[in-house]
């Protein structure tokens, strides 16, 4: 199975905009791996996609990955969703204005979604889900989730 680890980063990337400390300034001269980005992970048997940081448009890009079906967003916080617009470029042709292949299922917790929405960009979702772009598939704490690969993923819900 090959998975690719589009960013480590964390809360707190390195490098800061405008900060000139040490660790900064190095990862602004010698780029990746000392310049991290927002964690997210791909797996390619699956074309499957943890997490949507901001950058996560350029970590695709960046490692030519142009096809995901599935996206597994882990929980609410910013630095795991606010690159979620990046599902209109993988699945909507804006000359068309319509949706150009399957709608990519996008996995998330019922309790998850609700404090997208209190917090966050949980709208979107909905909106997504509305023009046919993300078909939402909620999971229950524990629920296996099995994929067409095989593959199955036992999420575990952490209210926090």
């Known amino acids: 199975m090959k998975m690719t680890m ?31 980005t927002g964690t997210s992970l791909f797996i390619h048997d ?22 995901v079906e599935h996206v597994i967003l882990t929980h609410w916080h910013p630095d795991h969703t606010h690159g979620i617009r990046v599902l209109e470029q993988l699945n909507w042709s804006f000359p068309l204005n319509a949706p150009f292949g399957e709608p990519i299922n996008v996995y998330i917790s019922k309790w998850q979604h609700e404090t997208l929405k209190k917090y966050s960009c949980g709208s979107f979702l909905d909106y997504y889900v509305e023009k046919k772009m993300i078909s939402l598939v909620y999971w229950e704490d524990k629920q296996v989730l099995e994929f067409p690969t095989g593959i199955k993923i036992t999420p575990y819900l952490i209210n926090f």
């Open 6 to 36: 589009l960013g480590s980063g964390g809360v707190t990337l390195t490098p800061r905009p405008s900060c000139n400390c040490r660790i900064c300034v190095e990862a602004k001269i010698k780029g990746i791996p000392y310049s991290r």
């Open 46 to 67: 699956m074309n499957l996609l943890f997490d949507t940081p901001e950058e996560v448009r350029l970590q695709l890009t960046r490692e030519n990955i142009d096809k």
